[in-house]
């Protein structure tokens, strides 16, 4: 066994008083190499994103509430740029968008707040955040050193800050923002994505920051080179080796995920509580003092805001609090537990000297000691197979594979991660047959198939999806006709509809018969498809409705990767390959169900919609309404 070198934490550490804060008065929020420090206190901050605008309002107080009885004391929310700004210097803070009353909820409950400014936020939502109207202002280049993106970008940053000061909630002020963050990267990937004019564009983007005088510190995530004094902070599953780099900064987790988003036709992703629990016990044992839950509440994908390609409406994440806003079991009550031994430890851990000590090849002990006789141990075994027995200060420990002991005196054990006490009942969702209920409630509306009303323009060959619907909707159609004779057919052979798409899906009719359906499973969510078809001779008829399911949130010149149709041909002919391509296209933006808003719920009693006994089975391009009472 050998002890390592000792760290000193230079502040003086009086005893940590456990006490709500109290807002109204301004608080003075600074750092050093240990952790955050609010009015002069050192603070270990469990922090927990709840995305407002992915639940409604009446939702809020429950959810911070749960959050805080699972042991958080701080929430973390990114800023949904394209939610707030809805046309050029057009703003919306109503409803689910109402940021000035979540953060209002939250601090009334006592609980601190992380503000996530973005604009650019990923976060699985629409074009990450950015609002699409901006992709069509001349010149435009998202995230990079480029003029109109960074005055948009600067006008709507400021727009928020000072909403926020004028409210008096940043802690410098009396409220509870006691971290803030502008953009989503620096350095590292803005770099690696768009060379100089990322790198000039994060360090723009951070100055920036730093001249919005907030009199909080500003972080950053995922970049281990944020320019001084922007703290840099890890972002993935396990940050304990996470270095921030620099001796003045504090060691902050921004993103633990403890589960994932779900994709469409994909199965829905799982993080074990114990493997949660082992990550953030492990980031504390190694020197963390900030750790937030991406997401804590992950809620759902309202509307057309979920990003993409193919994610799914709910975004429930397997987080600690389910879709709904109900305590997930056991994972809530785990990490609930979990919170409490750190918390045990917060004085100690965070004034107290370290030092490092080998149990085994591959079991570890980490020790705190304080000047008041305050000592703390983690004792993890990270063989993610086998159990091991530990001897500790002369006394024998069982360590489970893959997992912390948390050792508030040096001795007892109040939590090891892997042993899961807490409740293990779970929530199951029974489903309602509505169809048997009242089958006399239904109602449908059928769509035409291709142009319906007023085409928007005829055009020879294929224009981008989403620069034509500008995301206004989902659906373009595509329409063409062609004429073959008697004597198109080649002996033995089928025709064939063959279809190349940037993405995201088709549905594809021949002479209104829907022949087939296609979405994208290539790089950028591409695809080719090739369709059996049969012809009729003389004039056919060939409508594709063209589909987007969420625009991309992330990546490098995300928005410019577009969607649609690339090239349409009939093969299998006598006369072999007919290109259609560059035939005379007719297109529609939308469907006629969108026009006439018969979705929403002021629209039930619109005379489109047409009673039936019984809800018509496997008819394609049909809106279903059932009411109940
Ligand atoms: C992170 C990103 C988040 C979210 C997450 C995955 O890298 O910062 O916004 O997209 O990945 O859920």
């Not at 190499?33 to 922090?47: K, T």
Request: charged share 20%; glycine share 8%.
């Amino acid at each position: 066994m050998a002890a390592a070198a000792a760290s000193f934490a230079a502040l003086p550490c009086l005893l940590l008083l456990l006490l709500l804060p109290s807002f109204g008065a301004a608080s003075n929020v600074t750092y050093d190499h240990r952790s955050l420090i609010i009015d002069g206190r050192r603070r270990l901050v469990i922090s927990t994103s709840i995305h407002y605008p992915r639940s409604v309002p009446e939702m809020w107080p429950k959810l911070v509430a749960e959050a805080k009885d699972g042991g958080a004391d701080c929430i973390e929310t990114y800023v949904f740029w394209n939610g707030h700004e809805i046309a050029p210097g057009q703003y919306y803070f109503e409803d689910r968008f109402d940021l000035v009353r979540f953060v209002k909820v939250v601090r009334d409950a006592g609980l601190l707040l992380i503000l996530r400014i973005g604009p650019f936020v990923a976060a699985e939502w629409n074009f990450g955040g950015v609002p699409v109207w901006l992709h069509y202002v001349p010149g435009t280049v998202f995230r990079t050193n480029n003029e109109p993106f960074k005055s948009h970008m600067q006008s709507f940053t400021t727009y928020i800050v000072n909403m926020m000061k004028k409210e008096q909630l940043f802690a410098s002020q009396g409220g509870n923002i006691i971290l803030a963050q502008i953009e989503n990267e620096y350095g590292g990937y803005l770099e690696q994505y768009y060379g100089t004019a990322g790198k000039a564009y994060a360090m723009w983007a951070a100055s920036m920051a730093l001249a919005q005088n907030t009199g909080v510190p500003w972080i950053m995530c995922q970049q281990p080179d944020a320019p001084d004094p922007v703290i840099n902070t890890c972002n993935s599953f396990y940050c304990d080796n996470f270095q921030p780099n620099s001796p003045t900064k504090p060691k902050f987790w921004t993103e633990n995920w403890p589960g994932w988003f779900q994709t469409f036709g994909e199965s829905n992703p799982h993080r074990p509580p114990e493997d949660v629990a082992f990550a953030v016990a492990r980031f504390f044992e190694k020197g963390g003092s900030v750790q937030n839950y991406y997401v804590y509440h992950g809620g759902t994908n309202f509307g057309r805001t979920t990003g993409g390609p193919f994610i799914t409406t709910s975004y429930d994440y397997d987080a600690p609090i389910d879709e709904y806003g109900l305590r997930r079991f056991p994972k809530w009550a785990h990490l609930k537990e979990l919170h409490k031994s750190i918390k045990l430890c917060e004085h100690t851990l965070l004034c107290g000297n370290t030092s490092f000590v080998s149990l085994g090849p591959k079991q570890e002990a980490d020790i705190y000691t304080d000047q008041s006789g305050g000592c703390v141990a983690f004792l993890a075994n990270i063989d993610s197979d086998k159990d091991k027995v530990v001897t500790f200060r002369n006394r024998q420990y069982d360590l489970p594979a893959w997992s912390v002991s948390i050792l508030p005196d040096c001795k007892n054990v109040v939590f090891n991660t892997a042993k899961v006490q807490s409740q293990t009942s779970m929530v199951v969702m029974v489903p309602e047959s509505l169809q048997a209920a009242k089958p006399d409630r239904w109602s449908i509306f059928r769509e035409t198939t291709g142009i319906w009303g007023k085409n928007n323009f005829i055009r020879n060959g294929f224009v981008d999806h989403i620069n034509t619907t500008k995301d206004t909707t989902d659906y373009l159609w595509y329409t063409t006709s062609f004429s073959v004779d008697g004597s198109y057919s080649s002996k033995g052979t089928q025709a064939v509809l063959n279809i190349d798409s940037k993405g995201h899906g088709v549905h594809a009719f021949l002479n209104n018969e829907l022949i087939g359906s296609a979405y994208g499973n290539g790089s950028q969510s591409s695809f080719t498809v090739g369709l059996p078809i049969n012809l009729r001779t003389g004039k056919n008829d060939l409508a594709l409705l063209s589909m987007t399911v969420g625009l991309q949130n992330a990546g490098p010149s995300y928005e410019w990767i577009g969607a649609g149709f690339t090239n349409v041909s009939i093969s299998g002919l006598k006369n072999g390959v007919v290109d259609l391509s560059s035939n005379n296209w007719t297109y529609k933006i939308g469907l006629e169900g969108e026009y006439y808003s018969l979705f929403k719920p002021d629209q039930r009693s619109n005379k489109r919609w047409v009673p039936q006994s019984e809800p018509p089975k496997n008819q394609p391009l049909t809106w279903y309404k059932v009411s109940k009472c």
